[in-house]
């Protein structure tokens, strides 16, 4: 061995230094199993960098590293995720975080002005993972294209925009086009912001300015200038540093854990070979998962970043050679150079591999995640592995004996993540070659998300031709996704070899690839047909491709490829997003200062965008603060045999575990029903039913502790699906039914009757941030709770409940939430009862935040929902009847589940008068997390179901479905099923507005005319309506308290019930309160929400939280107004100031109370009679969508959205809230699908595996525009609430795709309804675009096999 190594394997630890934001950080004893995360927030208390999922999956932990690359002698900015990096690999790096870049106290940075300000911040948690992706952007690249941008964000994830008012706000950066983001006189974003020139020249600017109708949401002109010179500046003693110590070799050491970092490949060789277990990390972009989340332990990392062969790039006579240690994103750039200056004969390979890096991750991934990696990985669905065997990729193989080179073949792979490469064995580098006259390259990728998502199958494909021919010289067929490894159809090769290129090799081909590409009906992954089937639409994609180029070469006997297929050849390209949005005015006489009605950026926003905005887990820790872990149930449905703590207790870090029989109150809790258990006794009931909890002094020992813990169980059966459930008859009671008219008398009108059944998946909140509660002991009976939740006053109770305490010792304070969706309203309280009875039994404050994992895996979701309905209606589309029964999955416990069944039954016929009508909701109990309230509360569910009946109509009579929609539209006067009479009825102006907003006529013939030209690509369009009922169910929810003090200087605290959750409730209530008082909102101020300031508020929720809590705001102004009054008359030239001031030293009180109840609800079940609503919200969207028959990938092409939102309190607000409800429908209905195992484990735990629309997912062209003249009296200042009902619009994607996939249908002769489950996801669009190839790959026999995955 190289002395050099002994040295360093014996020596001790090293410093590690590094700078954050210019300040020189030098620690002693770095830990090598410490992220950066953890380093800037617990250690630096650098809390503006957020943790959403520890798996570089959401981009809230992005920074940028800065370094100075000594052979370039330049500086290189990376975005990157701190969740994954490892703080030893930060020597000699400069950081800059979201703190670094401004403030709000000293000056705000560009990009954190124009997040904020064009209202990209709704609960601001991704909010400063933006503005570092955007940053490091900007500091690579001062005006970048708009493709840059959108690449910027690959990697962030937002709940709650939607993006496009992101996107609007940092599209001022962009300089296409000449655009000098709005600084200029004349310049297109002044003056009309953010509108593309080609959606703007269709409409009319005009008309809408003479209607009194804006489209500024924001003035680009205020924002200040960027000049990329007034960047901070890189520390200059880290270039110095960085050229003295470029030949260092490091190691930093802690109890558990060796970090190497060689500075040659001979000792990167020795310490390979000296400890051949250990894991070389690069990205550590697989190494951080495996150890986070699949408790794998190394003792031994490696960085090879300072060995020079694995981190070159060499151009050599074959190819280009990359080091193993290069990162994706350098890879990239080097082929596209490539790309540019060779012949495109040459670059075949590289362009093939180009077209997977574009789909690989997102940017933070790329910056850091290495070529190596991917393939030592040795992941059965890596994107490059099929591309680097099918073009036999050259490897260099190095250990200490000596060197090996092969050509990654069928061979190199040897099971599930194994590879031929020894353990002490070094990847160097993996050479890229060349390709040749007559070679073809093409490569595929097909995932749920198109972008920053891993793989369902990836294929390259590689023939080679004899010269000037098309018979098949060589032809290599690779692909992902098929099998535990990337594999080679070797015998489809073999069969095709010397054939001609033509339909009788695509058959041979796909017959072959049909036996040779086979999957157990059981494999992991699952999608057993569709990826089979992928298998041949993928080859038919390559065969039709190569078929042209062939033609375009003149290579002679080349069959035609008919014109109409030549569609699927075709490449996606990203296309740059538009949007209008178009909203009211205030009267032109409304002064200046009364901000209600005008689009006010929320009130936080700037604080979010700097990262100063405290959210539950940035409070600083409490001394002698403690950390909780859970103890959760792997089984579905057992006894609890026993429990094995011994190694937990054991650990000196451990301060005490709690079972159930140490809660010292009540172990039952619920938010309607006490009927779950705190902590499980005896039984569990679901996978992740919480049993016990380990309280320990740090984190890591807590959750190292929590996995110690040994149960054995004894199995009981177990109820996972709907279907289960209704084979046990397994329900909560009691059934919920609403039932009008005549039903069999409305059948026996009809000319027609269907029946149909529809499965609605759940869907996960996914709120930025996870359930978080800290409890602080006070006195002996008192606690302080900070808390996520969205009910505070719940929370409250409960704990007390818990603890065996009144609820006035119980202090629950929530300073803003990052994202709740409803996940947040008794859901929390799980993770709030155990926190509390923690800090209560051990008098220390405890925490928790809850990994994504745990937070999926324990809290349930949005209800399941299977339907069977039967509809009559006339021959001319008029629906006559509706028998319709629905069952939703809740879970083992009731939580809101009946309440849920009792909106979705209420909303069964959406916007359609139906005048014999019944519906049923049976709730249905399983053993799965108990599913609770989501933004929509089951209306979503039944709006599709109810737009699914209405589509099939459509079809079965051969009409267009808005012409049936049209047809039974409700009228003003109309009675519902619950025989409220409809007033103020908007829908059709809504309707009306909508199709010409949308241009629909020419739209459908437009359509009609593009699937006409393409058998592949199919076109699709649908508009949909909404009604939303608007009030909590439960009457004594309707009501509302709030409070406010005022101090003498004349500035305001304000209180109310409400929680701020990013819905900007804060930010309206200041501008009632501002309005109610006629002062400023300078002078307001919200602090919180606390149980001691507003007693037993309601939850935030039902879309009530403005309306009710607002006013209350406005009520307790006026008694506050009633007490200034005589001071105001006494001294009408005074001011605010000398008023409050004359009011206090009268000895006046000038703090208030003030309440609001709803009025007028008096429904009676009984009688099915009275008022259930308080009023209702409309709307209505037309959406286009495009898909890849072959595939079943879609893009929504445009969404139109027309939404009544009364007088708006707050354009912005609102817009944001139908943009972001919007995009949350259209992931519900298209994209995001919960997988459990037929046992009831759910699969699907973090970003990676389940989806939530990312930014390449929002409509090309969104339109959005608030309903003008629409004053509602029944609420505060005329406006509506809007938080839901924009949610339901989104079907309208959903029937888009539906009316996409009918087209394709008739391609082969399958006409009339058909049955699309949601969410419409590439499997299901696929598979429902029946062709030659579905044929070939059948679905596998139900109950002969156990699936990987079921339908629950
Ligand atoms: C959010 C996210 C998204 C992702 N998306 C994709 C995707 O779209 N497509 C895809 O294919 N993958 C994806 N991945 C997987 C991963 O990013 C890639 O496999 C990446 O290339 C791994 O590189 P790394 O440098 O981070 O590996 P590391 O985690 O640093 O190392 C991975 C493994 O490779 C071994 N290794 C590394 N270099 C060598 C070497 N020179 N010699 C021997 N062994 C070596 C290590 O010992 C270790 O076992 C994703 C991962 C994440 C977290
Ligand atoms: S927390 Fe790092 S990417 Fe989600
Ligand atoms: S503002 Fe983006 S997640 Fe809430």
Not at 679 to 707: F, M, P, Y
Not at 1262 to 1279: E, H, T, W
């Amino acid at each position: 061995m190289n002395t050099k190594t002994q040295v360093l394997i014996e020596s001790g630890s090293d410093e590690l230094i590094f700078f954050v934001n210019g300040k020189k950080v030098v620690e002693k004893n770095p830990d090598p199993e410490m992220t950066l995360l953890f380093y800037l927030r617990k250690k630096l208390g650098l809390t503006g960098t957020k943790l959403g999922c520890a798996e570089g999956g959401c981009g809230a932990c992005t920074v940028m590293i800065s370094r100075f690359h000594l052979d370039s002698q330049r500086l290189l900015h990376l975005a990157v995720n701190a969740c994954l990096a490892p703080l030893c690999s930060l020597h000699l790096a400069a950081i800059t975080t979201v703190e670094g870049i401004g403030s709000t106290a000293q000056k705000l940075h560009p990009v954190q002005e124009r997040i904020s300000h064009a209202h990209g911040s709704q609960c601001g948690f991704c909010t400063p993972g933006f503005v570092m992706s955007m940053y490091a952007l900007l500091r690579n690249n001062p005006a970048p294209h708009m493709e840059q941008l959108h690449q910027a964000f690959q990697g962030n994830l937002c709940r709650c925009t939607g993006y496009r008012p992101i996107l609007e706000g940092f599209k001022t950066f962009i300089q296409n086009g000449g655009c000098c983001g709005g600084r200029a006189n004349g310049c297109c974003m002044n003056q009309n912001q953010g509108v593309d020139q080609g959606l703007d020249q269709d409409l009319d600017l005009d008309l809408d300015r003479d209607l009194g109708l804006s489209r500024a949401l924001f003035d680009p002109s205020e924002f200040m200038p960027f000049d990329p010179t007034q960047e901070v500046i890189f520390p200059p003693e880290l270039i110095s540093l960085t050229r003295s110590r470029k030949s260092c070799s490091l190691v930093f050491r802690s109890p558990h854990c060796t970090w190497f970092q060689p500075n040659s490949l001979d000792q990167l060789l020795d310490l390979k070979w000296t400890h051949p277990e250990s894991r070389i990390v690069v990205g550590n972009t697989e190494v951080g998962i495996e150890v986070k989340f699949k408790n794998m332990v190394y003792p031994v990392l490696i960085s090879p970043t300072q060995v020079p062969e694995l981190n070159s790039v060499q151009h050599t006579e074959t190819g280009i050679k990359f080091g193993a240690a290069v990162s994706l994103d350098q890879v990239e750039s080097v082929l596209q150079d490539a790309v540019m200056s060779l012949p495109a004969w040459q670059t075949e390979v590289f362009r093939a591999v180009l077209e997977h890096l574009r789909w690989f991750a997102g940017k933070q991934i790329r910056n850091v995640a290495a070529l190596g990696g991917n393939i030592m990985t040795a992941s059965p669905i890596s994107d490059l592995n099929p591309a680097l065997m099918s073009t036999a990729a050259i490897l260099t193989l190095r250990d200490r004996e000596g060197i090996r080179v092969l050509q990654m073949d069928q061979d190199f792979f040897t099971g599930y993540r194994r590879t031929t490469v020894h353990p002490a064995e070094v990847l160097v580098s993996a050479e890229l070659t060349y390709s040749q006259q007559g070679q073809f390259v093409r490569s595929y990728k097909t995932s749920r998300r198109r972008e920053d998502d891993i793989s369902i199958v990836t294929a390259t494909f590689n023939v080679t031709f004899e010269p000037e021919s098309s018979r098949v010289q060589d032809l290599r067929l690779a692909f992902g996704g098929m099998g535990p490894t990337t594999v080679l159809a070797l015998k489809t090769s073999n069969a095709l070899r010397g054939r001609m290129w033509g339909e009788e090799l695509l058959q041979t081909a796909c017959s072959s690839l049909a036996d040779e590409m086979t999957l157990d009906p059981s494999c992991p992954g699952g999608m057993v047909s569709y990826r089979r089937t992928l298998v041949l639409s993928l080859f038919y994609k390559f065969y039709l491709t190569i078929l042209q180029s062939l033609r375009e070469q003149g290579v002679e006997q080349v069959e035609l490829v008919p014109s109409e297929w030549l569609c699927a050849t075709k490449v996606f390209h990203p296309p740059a997003p538009s949007s209008v949005q178009v909203y009211q005015t205030v009267p032109s006489g409304q002064d200046l200062e009364d901000v209600v009605g005008r689009p006010l950026m929320h009130v936080s926003a700037e604080k979010q965008a700097t990262g100063e905005a405290q959210y539950c887990d940035d409070l600083r820790p409490a001394d002698n603060e403690l950390y909780l872990s859970l103890i959760c149930s792997t089984r579905a449905h057992a006894k609890v045999l026993s429990i094995d703590c011994s190694k937990a207790r054991a650990m000196p870090s451990v301060v005490s575990v709690l079972f159930a029989e140490d809660i010292p109150g009540s172990n039952w809790t619920g938010p309607v029903v006490q009927d779950e258990n705190v902590l499980a006794q005896g039984e569990v009931t679901c996978v992740g039913h919480i049993i016990g909890v380990v309280v320990a002094e740090t984190q890591a020992d807590a959750q190292k502790a929590a996995k110690s813990i040994k149960i054995q169980y004894q199995d009981l059966p177990a109820i996972i699906t709907i279907q289960e459930a209704i084979e046990a008859q397994s329900f909560y009671e009691p059934i919920v039914a609403l039932q009008r008219g005549d039903l069999e008398a409305g059948f026996k009108q009809s000319d027609h009757i269907l029946e149909g059944e529809l499965h609605v998946g759940g869907q996960e909140h996914f709120y930025l941030e996870t359930n978080v509660t800290l409890a602080v002991p006070r006195d002996q009976d008192e606690i302080e709770i900070f808390s996520s939740t969205q009910s505070p006053s719940q929370t409250q109770s409960c704990v007390a409940r818990v603890l065996g305490i009144p609820s006035n010792r119980v202090d629950v304070r929530v300073k803003r939430v990052g994202g709740g969706f409803g996940g947040k309203v008794s859901r929390s309280n799980i993770v709030s009862n155990v926190v509390a009875l923690a800090a209560h039994r051990l008098r220390r404050p405890v925490r928790c935040m809850l990994d994504r994992d745990e937070d999926m895996l324990v809290t349930g979701g949005r209800h399941p929902f299977c339907a069977k309905y039967k509809v009559g209606f006339s021959e001319s589309g008029q629906v006559l009847a509706l028998d319709v029964t629905y069952y939703s999955n809740a879970g083992n416990s009731m939580d809101g589940s009946i309440l849920v069944a009792h909106e979705a039954v209420v909303h069964m016929e959406n916007s359609y008068l139906v005048p014999n009508i019944r519906g049923r909701c049976i709730v249905c109990r399983t053993h799965l997390p108990s599913n609770t309230a989501f933004r929509g509360f089951g209306t979503p569910q039944t709006m599709l179901v109810c737009e699914d009946w209405i589509s099939a109509i459509a079809l079965k009579l051969g009409r267009a479905p808005e012409q049936i929609r049209e047809l039974n539209l409700y009228s003003e006067g109309d009675r519902t099923p619950y025989n409220q009479v409809l007033e103020g009825v908007t829908l059709r102006r809504c309707w009306d507005e909508c199709l010409d907003r949308a241009k629909i006529h020419e739209r459908r013939a437009q359509i009609q005319d593009f699937n006409r030209q393409n058998r592949w690509i199919k076109q699709g369009l649908a508009v949909v309506p909404t009604k939303f009922g608007i009030a909590f169910k439960e009457l004594f929810l309707n009501q509302a308290g709030a409070l406010v003090h005022i101090y003498t200087d004349g500035s305001v605290l304000l209180a109310h019930g409400g929680t701020e959750i990013g819905q900007g409730l804060h930010t309206k209530m200041i501008q009632v309160c501002s309005r109610g008082l006629g002062i400023p909102v300078t002078k307001i101020h919200v602090c919180e929400t606390s149980t001691h300031s507003v007693a037993n508020s309601s939850p935030t929720g039902a879309s009530m939280s403005s309306d009710l809590n607002g006013a209350a705001v406005r009520n307790t102004c006026e008694i506050l107004n009633q007490r200034l009054q005589p001071y105001k008359d006494r001294d009408p030239q005074g001011n605010w100031e000398s008023w409050v001031k004359a009011a206090y030293f009268d000895r006046v009180n000038l703090s208030a109370n003030g309440f609001y109840r709803a009025p007028e609800l008096d429904y009676d079940s009984k009688t099915n009679s009275g008022r259930m609503f308080h009023y209702f919200a409309y709307g209505v969207c037309c959406s286009e969508v495009e898909i890849d028959c072959l595939t079943g990938a879609h893009k929504t092409l445009s969404s139109t959205i027309v939404m009544d939102v009364g007088n708006s309190l707050n354009p912005a607000i609102d817009i944001g809230q139908v943009e972001g409800a919007f995009m949350q429908g259209v992931g519900l209905f298209t994209l995001e699908q919960l997988l459990y195992s037929p046992d009831g484990v759910l699969l699907t735990r973090g970003p990676g595996t389940y989806k939530i629309p990312g930014v390449g997912d929002i409509p090309t062209q969104l339109q959005v525009y608030l309903l003008r003249d629409a004053p509602n009296d029944k609420a505060l200042y005329c406006s509506k609430a809007v938080g839901e009902p924009p949610l339901c619009l989104a079907t309208s994607v959903f029937f888009a795709l539906k009316d996409a996939i009918a087209t394709s249908r008739l391609e082969v002769g399958l006409s009339g309804p058909f049955q699309l489950d949601s969410p419409a996801t590439a499997e299901r669009i696929r598979m429902a675009c029946a062709d030659r190839f579905t044929k070939m790959c059948p679905v596998a026999e139900p109950g002969t096999y156990k699936p990987w995955a079921v339908v629950v």
